[in-house]
């Protein structure tokens, strides 16, 4: 393990994938920083860019524009009050404020110097966590994979969107549009009503594209009027931040590193629930709980460190199992299987270096977060109020050409915009898509795992497991009890965070 | 005054949620998959008279549909539960921009091999921002000739991945 990490930091020591993560960090806080427009949005739209790089300039840039996407969030937030992205909410309790006292640079700092903290100290536990993680993932034989697969597809369709229900009819329909094609285990045509240019399936990036980017350029056009900011709030302000400051957040930094990186390595439950995990936390713990909420700096700190530490455990379903836990590292296979690497044991077994090369090169935009965001924090403060005139369009000239230069095929703009749409109606009626999206992602190696199994068992399923495969049989029983536990203790609190 | 409100919403009839709109086209549509289950997925080949072994191609289909089917009767339950108005949502937000853009949208991926890439994204993206609001003819000139000529770039020159060009209808190209 020591060795494949060394060879994978050596890996990603160039010259060209430092300069690339670091400028997907500056395209990440750029989008971040725009209000309405996410960070997962920016990852679906600078998707194919990663195709055509060197894997090891590629997924190092998308990671750039994830971490940086990320920490943008928080810029509009303390500046307006505008949560640049779901993640910096729990920001908007205090970091208005200290602008209002004219401490707006005190609080960017302190935001940036949480972030890069939960960021880097998550991105190290993950590195020294993986291997061993690997090692059993790579004991998984067949039915323990379906129970595997089976159980990360509800829990992610139960825990994003709010109603069970929706997620996991969304859950389905993505089960649904994957099976549209050719079966993984026979190479048999199903759904395709006849029709030649389906024949191949469903393409995974005009999907992600269509639900994750075209719904945010209409939801942006619809509120183009309501986010009229004016340029006077949009410069850091007053001094900066002091060493004592950052001291006396420590335990709140720290508590909510711990927190995000839990949570982060749990299937769908993500930033922003971190987010306002670790604000509480942070509020529970104080002396001065009364003081949350006017201007205080913990309050900063604490959501930021949280959102931040989420980042880097997410990459542990994904590069083991082959899991992503949400859309964004959903986004991150899609590049990583458009470059050859399936996610999953084998990966470790056959690529070890590359996964570390990967897993390094999100240390590397750490530190490059600390130094990108410091030196450009008042250039982003402009970013803010960019005018939406200019930004829609080109968003969406961004999506087509993407889109388009994948395979060159006009269909795929079809698509592109077929599901645009049915996101955008999914979001109003409040369906969430991210279900959608792993259901059609985790449905194929579902098949693929429940066809041996059936053939390992000689078409006696529940004999075979009950007799011969004590480790799913453990699963099945054991798995439902803490994904119940998980999600009636995120319910219990998510309900006692305080109002956005 | 109360029994005026309670006697006209009585007369307006019962008023479909959006939720459940969803859940019974989503119910009919899984229903008609399960359906078309033996139509639809091929059957496997027989060698030396022997058919495959293992999971039957229509398993694992017959499967995911009937879920699909009752996951939809399980919204519909849920939709007559809740009664929410989520419908007026989507026709609030259904404002003229979201539909010019929708349009200006499907406009430009149609029109994107006929009239090549530079000039689809150059109409759209001066269209777009002059209907947004954008009067300044500089702003509006780069980006509706810089950005796309510089994404044009980037792609087929630095990613050598191909753009549609130029308009496909000029003689020669």
Redo the contacts between chains.
């Keep these: 393990m020591l060795y494949d990490l060394l060879d994978g930091l050596a890996m990603v020591l160039r010259m060209d994938t430092v300069a690339m993560t670091a400028l997907g960090l500056v395209l990440g806080i750029f989008v971040g920083s725009l209000p309405g427009f996410t960070t997962v949005m920016a990852m679906a739209v600078l998707l194919p860019?990663s195709f055509?790089?060197d894997p090891l300039i590629g997924l190092p840039f998308l990671i750039g524009v994830y971490k940086g996407g990320i920490y943008g969030g928080s810029i509009p937030a303390i500046l307006v009050g505008i949560p640049g992205t779901g993640a910096s909410v729990a920001t908007t309790f205090d970091g208005p404020k200290l602008t209002k006292q004219g401490k707006s640079r005190k609080a960017l700092e302190m935001a940036l110097a949480a972030s890069v903290f939960g960021d880097t100290v998550s991105s190290f536990l993950t590195i020294f966590l993986i291997g061993p993680i690997a090692l059993i993932a790579v004991k998984i034989g067949p039915p323990e994979l379906v129970v595997v697969l089976a159980f990360s597809m509800i829990i992610i369709a139960a825990t994003t969107g709010g109603?069970i229900?929706?997620g996991?009819?969304m859950l389905?329909?993505g089960?649904?549009l994957s099976?549209i094609g050719q079966?993984p285990?026979?190479a048999?045509?199903?759904?395709?009503?006849d029709f030649f240019a389906i024949q191949a399936g469903i393409d995974l990036l005009p999907m992600l594209i269509g639900l994750f980017a075209?719904p945010e350029?209409?939801l942006a056009?619809?509120e183009?009027t309501k986010l009229a900011i004016k340029s006077a709030n949009l410069r850091p302000e007053g001094e900066r931040l002091r060493w004592s400051e950052l001291m006396q957040c420590r335990r709140s930094i720290l508590r909510s590193t711990w927190l995000g990186a839990s949570i982060g390595a749990v299937p769908g439950v993500g930033q922003v629930v971190a987010a306002f995990m670790g604000y509480a936390a942070a509020k529970n713990a104080s002396d001065t709980p009364e003081k949350y909420g006017t201007g205080e700096l913990d309050g900063v700190a604490a959501p930021e460190a949280a959102n931040n530490a989420v980042n880097g455990p997410t990459m542990v379903p994904l590069l083991t199992l082959g899991i992503p836990g949400d859309n964004i590292t959903a986004i991150l296979l899609g590049a990583l299987v458009a470059q050859g690497l399936r996610p999953g044991p084998e990966l470790f077994t056959s690529q070890a270096p590359m996964v570390y090369a990967l897993l390094c090169s999100m240390i590397i935009a750490c530190i490059l977060l600390a130094v990108v965001g410091y030196l450009l924090i008042p250039v982003f403060a402009r970013v803010v109020a960019i005018?939406?005139?200019?930004l829609?369009?080109?968003t969406?000239?961004?999506a087509?050409?993407g889109t388009?230069?994948y395979r060159?095929n006009?269909l795929d703009?079809?698509f592109?915009?077929g599901f645009?749409?049915f996101g955008y109606?999914a979001r109003?009626?409040?369906?969430d898509v991210t279900p959608l999206v792993m259901g059609f992602i985790l449905?194929p190696p579902l098949?693929y795992a429940?066809?041996q199994t059936?053939?390992l068992s000689q078409d006696n399923v529940t004999n075979f497991i009950l007799t011969e495969r004590p480790v799913a049989l453990g699963m099945i029983v054991i798995i439902p009890v803490i994904m119940g536990f998980v999600w009636w203790r995120g319910r219990h609190q998510r309900k006692s965070a305080p109002p956005a | 005054m109360s029994s005026h409100s309670d006697s006209s919403s009585a007369r307006s009839g019962f008023q479909p949620s959006a939720h459940l709109v969803v859940a019974i086209i989503s119910a009919l549509i899984a229903a008609a998959m399960w359906l078309l289950v033996p139509y639809q997925v091929d059957k496997p080949m027989a060698m030396f008279g022997f058919g495959a072994k293992g999971l039957d191609p229509k398993v694992f289909p017959y499967l995911v549909t009937a879920i699909w089917f009752f996951v939809s009767v399980w919204n519909i339950v849920e939709a007559f539960r809740q009664q929410e108005d989520d419908g007026a949502t989507l026709r609030g937000s259904m404002s003229g921009s979201v539909i010019v853009t929708v349009l200006a949208s499907f406009a430009y991926a149609f029109a994107l091999e006929p009239l090549g890439f530079v000039i689809s994204s150059g109409l759209v993206v001066a269209g777009l921002s002059i209907y947004f609001g954008a009067r300044e003819w500089l702003p509006i000139l780069v980006c509706a000739v810089g950005v796309p000529g510089l994404i044009f770039f980037v792609f087929t020159g630095y990613l050598h991945v191909s753009l549609p060009p130029v308009p496909a209808w000029i003689p020669g190209v």
């Design positions: 860019v055509f790089l109603d229900a929706k996991v009819l389905l329909i089960m649904f099976m079966d285990i026979g048999l045509n199903r759904f395709t009503f075209i350029i209409l056009v619809e183009r005018r939406r005139a200019f829609v369009p080109l969406l000239v961004f087509v050409a388009y230069v060159s006009p703009l079809m592109l915009m645009g749409l109606v109003k009626l409040k369906f449905t098949e429940f066809g059936v053939l």
